[in-house]
C-alpha cells in the first residue's frame, strides 16, 4: 500500500534543494502537493516539473514569514480538498560567520525565516490537524540542531530551537492525533550555503570546506525523509556521517568538542 496516495500536503521551500525533491517524490507517490516559495519563477518551474511527470500539484507563492498569507494557504487547502495530511516546514537560509561577525539584523532575518516560518507553518496548522483528529507536520532542523558547528552560530541556534520545539510538540499533539517529526540532514548538495551571507569569510573557500563533507544528493535526502515520515520517527536524521556526529554527540561530548575546535581553527584561517 502506499502511503503517500491520495494525501494533501504541502511544502515550504520547495523551489530547490530538499523541499523540492520532498515535495517531487510526493507527486511520484501519489500525493496532491502544494508547492510553496517565496520565488515565484522558481516555484512554478519545480510543480510544472512535477506535473509533467504525471503528479498533482499546484504552485502558490509564500513567504514563509507572514503569518496571515501561511494561514490563507492552510485554510484555501481545506476548503478545496476538505484536510491536510501533511506539513512540511522546509523554508529556510544560512548566515556563516562567528559570533563576534554576525550583527543583530542577521540575527533577526534568520530567525524570522528558520524558526518563525516553521512557527507560523505550525501555528495555522495545528488546530486544523486537531479538528481532524490526524495529520503529520515535519520540520526541517539540520545536523545543526543537534551538534555545534563553530562559525555558524546563528544558524545553529535556530536549528535547535526547532529541534526543542518539535519534541515538545510532538508530545502535546500525541493524544490529539497530530503527528511531529524533525528532519536532521547532514551535507546535503544543495546551494543553501553557496547563496548564504559569508560573514568575514572567503565565500570560495569556506564553500569547498562544506562540499569536503561526504554528503548526498537532495533527491536521496527525499526518500530517506519519507521513509522516516511513514515509519512516524521522532528525529529523521539524514547521511551516515551525521548520524555518526549525532551519536557521539550523546556518549562522547568532549570528543565533538575536540573534533569541532579543529574545525574551527580551519575555519578561523578563512576570516577576513
Not at 542577521?106 to 501555528?123: A, P, Q, S, T
Not at 520540520?139 to 545543526?144: G, I
Not at 520545539?165 to 497530530?178: A, M, P, Q, Y
Amino acid at each position: 500500500m502506499n502511503y503517500f496516495k491520495r494525501k494533501v500536503a504541502i511544502v515550504t521551500g520547495a523551489a530547490s534543494g530538499i523541499g523540492k525533491a520532498v515535495a517531487i517524490e510526493l507527486c511520484k507517490r501519489g500525493a496532491h502537493v502544494i508547492f510553496t516559495d517565496r520565488s515565484e519563477d522558481q516555484v512554478k518551474e519545480a510543480c510544472e516539473t512535477a506535473i509533467k511527470n504525471g503528479g498533482h500539484a499546484e504552485a502558490i507563492v509564500l513567504d514563509v514569514t507572514d503569518y496571515e498569507a501561511t494561514r490563507q494557504v492552510i485554510d484555501n487547502a481545506v476548503s478545496v480538498h476538505g484536510k491536510i495530511d501533511f506539513m512540511f516546514n522546509n523554508a529556510g537560509i544560512a548566515i556563516a560567520g562567528e559570533f563576534r561577525d554576525v550583527d543583530l539584523e542577521g540575527w533577526h532575518r534568520l530567525f524570522e525565516i528558520n524558526l518563525f516560518g516553521v512557527v507560523n507553518g505550525m501555528k495555522a496548522v495545528y488546530p486544523v490537524m486537531i479538528e481532524q483528529g490526524s495529520g503529520h507536520i515535519i520540520n526541517t532542523s539540520a545536523l545543526a540542531g543537534l551538534i555545534p558547528l563553530p562559525g555558524n552560530s546563528v544558524y545553529v541556534a535556530a536549528k535547535h530551537a526547532l529541534v526543542g520545539l518539535s519534541s515538545t510538540v510532538r508530545i502535546e499533539g500525541k493524544d490529539l492525533g497530530v503527528k511531529v517529526s524533525v528532519v536532521c540532514p547532514g551535507h546535503i548538495k544543495t546551494p543553501i550555503f553557496e547563496n548564504a551571507d559569508m560573514i568575514r569569510l572567503d565565500k570560495k573557500k569556506a564553500t569547498e570546506g562544506i562540499t569536503q563533507i561526504p554528503g548526498i544528493t537532495a533527491e536521496q535526502c527525499a526518500r530517506i525523509v519519507l521513509k522516516g515520515v511513514e515509519k512516524n520517527k521522532h528525529i529523521i536524521v539524514v547521511t551516515r556521517f551525521a548520524k555518526m556526529m549525532a551519536l557521539f554527540q550523546r556518549i562522547n561530548t568532549g570528543l565533538v568538542h575536540a573534533i569541532m575546535g579543529k574545525v574551527m581553527r580551519d575555519f578561523r584561517e578563512n576570516r577576513k
